[in-house]
T-cell receptor
Framework: KAGVTQTPRYLIKTRGQQVTLSCSPISGHRSVSWYQQTPGQGLQFLFEYFSETQRNKGNFPGRFSGRQFSNSRSEMNVSTLELGDSALYLC????????????FGEGSRLTVL | GNSVTQMEGPVTLSEEAFLTINCTYTATGYPSLFWYVQYPGEGLQLLLKATKADDKGSNKGFEATYRKETTSFHLEKGSVQVSDSAVYFCALSGGNSGYSTLTFGKGTMLLVSP
């Protein structure tokens, strides 16, 4: 069974640009969550989508947005990039049965210059 | 709100030493507790979990017991190996945030030398 796939794995952007990250969940999983990982703040929850609807949202500004498609694939978008947005963005999928057991991808490492 | 506090690292051990990584939590209600592990260059993997008080989660020689009276979920292993070198994250779901969202501790890096 294929795992969670995130693309791109690495990217470099400049301040003010926008970026879109993609996540393909494990087949059959309907929930996709996004987390930001930084050395200072650790792992912070961004948002969760279930059956194309945002089910939970973390405490991030509106520049961070996401969506989920009918095939459960998800994208997240960050607009007007700031230096502090440099981070590893992790996608996780689950069955959606609220067990807390998540399956993580390897992440997309974003560097903002 | 929910929070997780775990000991800061790095924790440096010799092979076959005993490992303890402390984790305490704050949450309302009845959270589920987890340990996730992140090997270099990889995403997180679930190591073990416990869903109710006094449950013991175990996997690959690692164990942790859900202690509601002390709000703790300490990770232990009797004999570590070099291949256990990684960052370990304590996490919880439930409480204020619902069971589909995880609240993580800051992570503890473990370095095991031969």
């Amino acid at each position: 069974k294929a795992g969670v796939t995130q693309t791109p794995r690495y990217l470099i952007k400049t301040r003010g640009q926008q970026v879109t990250l993609s996540c393909s969940p494990i087949s059959g999983h309907r929930s996709v969550s996004w987390y930001q990982q930084t050395p200072g703040q650790g792992l912070q929850f961004l948002f969760e989508y279930f059956s194309e609807t945002q089910r939970n949202k973390g405490n991030f500004p509106g520049r961070f947005s996401g969506r989920q498609f009918s095939n459960s694939r998800s994208e997240m978008n960050v607009s007007t990039l700031e230096l502090g947005d440099s981070a590893l963005y992790l996608c996780a999928s689950s069955s959606g049965e609220d067990t807390g057991e998540l399956f993580f991808g390897e992440g997309s490492r974003l560097t903002v210059l | 709100g929910n929070s997780v506090t775990q000991m800061e690292g790095p924790v440096t051990l010799s092979e076959e030493a005993f490992l303890t990584i402390n984790c305490t939590y704050t949450a309302t209600g009845y959270p589920s507790l987890f340990w996730y592990v992140q090997y270099p260059g990889e995403g997180l993997q679930l190591l073990l979990k416990a869903t109710k008080a006094d449950d013991k989660g175990s996997n690959k020689g690692f164990e942790a017991t859900y202690r509601k009276e002390t709000t703790s979920f300490h990770l232990e292993k009797g004999s570590v190996q070099v291949s256990d070198s990684a960052v370990y994250f304590c996490a919880l779901s439930g409480g204020n945030s619902g069971y589909s969202t995880l609240t993580f501790g800051k992570g503890t890096m473990l370095l095991v030398s031969p």
